[in-house]
């Protein structure tokens, strides 16, 4: 089965990914940040003698057992945080299904961080999915709930649903007609979070940023997804409307766009930052129909196999920046001929 994040899914010419995540703390058991190394132990064989009663192919990994490379991929597929990932302690773990579209990290932030994602524009469906999978693990531990104010959590923003949902949008028309500043304004003025790609402290890579919701705290999960969903629904409106003025002057858009396709895939050495920026054009060509020589699932592709980990991954050894450079400009050649 293809793995989400090479899959195209609703509106993906702007959105590209869905991710929910509901975060679960045990009652009784310290938050992982005050916890003592026994208790967060405690917390990882309790879920580690649950998950055959959870399904859905989940199995657990320690951190402890994976090298720096897998880890640093996850964080590349968006599966864990990066200070997750730089976590040593032997008390953190993931489950994971094969799909990896089911992450739940196990003793980050907070005992639990289910987490569902999913290609597109996907909100019910992906919290449908993590409703399902919270409400089985609630049947098998017992929660720390208020009936003042909903789950508990480590951090005060998740406190109430413990839900952040979150939409990675790609707006790369917005930028090039000098609009991305004032679609941000007002969707930072409507109560959500703009981000960069990996979250809070993070830049924008490739024209892509990340759109959350603020408050958990007196307020439904369906309002969540409702509000999310409009005001997503609303940037896909404006990233649109800027791709058809682009279109107006369609002897430059075309230039633009050949040009950093023509740069992609003839270099002979590339780094992943100039990867980033290049596919931003060449997504948006294949998108508005201009690049006929490449589809969805090798943009999907090319952008996954050139982030340095999981190009290491896909070639199957480590390797210095300088090789990885050479070997990337490789590997974009050979996604971008084969049939």
């Known amino acids: 089965m293809l793995n989400w994040y090479l899959q195209n899914g609703r509106d993906s010419d702007v959105v590209i990914s869905t991710r929910i995540r509901l975060a679960r703390n045990v009652k009784d058991i310290p938050f992982p940040m005050h916890s003592k190394k026994t208790e967060s132990e405690m917390m990882l064989n309790k879920i580690e003698a649950i998950t055959p009663n959870i399904g859905y192919g989940l199995k657990m990994i ?31 773990a993931i ?67 413990g839900l952040r949902a979150s939409i990675m949008v790609h707006l790369p028309a917005l930028t090039l007609t000098g609009n991305t500043k004032k679609v941000l304004e007002a969707v930072n003025n409507l109560g959500m979070n703009i981000r960069g790609v990996y979250g809070e402290g993070s830049k924008p890579q490739g024209d892509i940023y990340q759109i959350s919701n603020k408050q958990s705290l007196g307020i439904s999960e369906e309002e969540i997804i409702k509000n999310l969903k409009a005001i997503t629904e609303k940037v896909i409106e404006q990233e649109r409307l800027a791709r058809k003025y682009l279109g107006k002057e369609q002897i430059e858009l075309e230039d633009r766009v050949y040009r950093a396709y023509g740069i992609l895939v003839n270099a002979r050495k590339i780094t992943s930052e100039e990867v980033k920026e290049l596919l931003s054009n060449v ?3 294949t998108d508005m129909g201009i690049i006929h020589e490449l589809n969805d699932k090798k943009v999907n592709e090319l952008s996954l196999y050139t982030k340095p980990a999981n190009l290491q991954k896909y070639i199957g050894k480590e390797l210095n920046s300088e090789i990885r450079d050479i070997k990337r400009a490789e590997v974009i050649r050979q996604i971008v001929n084969k049939e």
Not at 62 to 91: C, G, V, W
Not at 104 to 110: A, F, R, Y
Not at 128 to 142: H, M, P, R, S, Y
């Open 283 to 285: 997504k948006l060509g």
């Open 62 to 92: 320690r951190l402890s057992k994976m090298d720096n490379l897998t880890r640093l991929s996850l964080i590349e597929k968006h599966l864990i945080s990066p200070d997750f990932a730089l976590d040593k302690d032997e008390t953190s």
């Open 95 to 161: 489950l994971l299904n094969e799909e990896e579209n089911i992450c739940i990290m196990i003793n980050e932030e907070d005992h639990l961080r289910i987490q569902v994602l999913s290609a597109g524009l996907e909100l019910e469906q992906s919290l449908a999915l993590a409703v399902e999978i919270d409400e089985k693990i609630a049947g098998l531990l017992n929660y720390a709930f208020s009936d003042k104010y909903g789950f508990l959590t480590a951090c005060p923003t998740n406190v109430g649903t």
